[in-house]
């Protein structure tokens, strides 16, 4: 069974501050994906990612950057966290095939004073 | 532009009523659909895709082209029915879902 991992389920931090939410998947999957979730606007896609060292943004992007040196470990990055990033970070993967299925990871839930 | 609607935040049923949760959908192509459920504290997961035609906890989903609709249906509600449900399109050659912003059902007792 595919695993996806989250590292934290729950952050607090100040604004101003960068942070970080790593996330790491076992099957050996190309894509990774980072979305928020806010009530009544849906999964929002902020970054994804092919393959190590590659990225591309998503709908969102702006005042988040990520990371991924290695296959399995996807890191979205906060570069000064503010108030209305307070929201539910969710992680992604899927295989490169068509109409896999992403797995997802439980969520971390940010919240920014 | 391609979009998912679902035109619904919240859907209430009593348990054994027939539940319908709606989503239609912008795009020119074949569209590929699917809806995901996400339990109370639980990891939102894959409910069904379109191209199965698999019918899932007792849920089914028919594509209707002419409508653009992806509409999901159970004839009888049970309460551990009650989850958050996505409908998602990715379209043809795409990478990346496009989600609706979501329809809460609960199913009351």
């Known amino acids: 069974d595919v695993k996806v991992t989250q590292s934290s389920r729950y952050l607090v931090k100040r604004t101003g501050e960068k942070v970080f939410l790593e996330c790491v998947q076992d099957?050996?999957?190309?894509?990774m994906f980072w979305y928020r979730q806010d009530p009544g606007l849906g999964l929002r896609l902020i970054y994804f990612s092919y393959d190590v060292k590659m990225k591309e943004k998503g709908d969102i992007p702006e005042g988040y950057s990520v990371s991924r040196e290695k296959k399995e470990r996807f890191s979205l990055i906060l570069e000064s966290a503010s108030t209305n990033q307070t929201s539910m970070y969710l992680c992604?993967?899927?295989?490169?095939?068509?109409?896999?299925?992403?797995?997802f990871g439980n969520g971390t839930r940010l919240t920014v004073t | 532009a391609q979009r998912v609607t679902q035109p619904e935040k919240l859907l209430s049923v009593f348990k054994g009523a027939p539940v319908e949760l709606k989503c239609n959908y912008s795009?020119?192509?074949?569209?590929?659909l699917f809806w995901y459920v996400q339990y109370s504290r639980q990891r939102l997961q894959l409910l069904l895709r379109?191209?199965s035609r698999e019918s899932i906890k007792g849920f089914t989903a028919d594509l209707n082209k002419g409508e653009t609709s992806f509409h999901l249906k159970k004839p009888f509600a049970q309460e551990e029915d009650s989850a958050m449900y996505y409908c998602?399109?990715?379209?043809?050659?795409?990478?990346?879902?496009?989600f609706g912003t979501g329809t809460r059902l609960q199913v009351f007792p």
């Open positions: 795009y020119s192509g074949s569209p590929e």
């Open positions: 992604a993967s899927s295989p490169w095939t068509d109409n896999s299925p992403l797995h």
């Open positions: 099957m050996d999957h190309e894509n």
């Open positions: 379109h191209i």
């Open positions: 998602a399109l990715l379209p043809r050659g795409a990478d990346k879902l496009i």
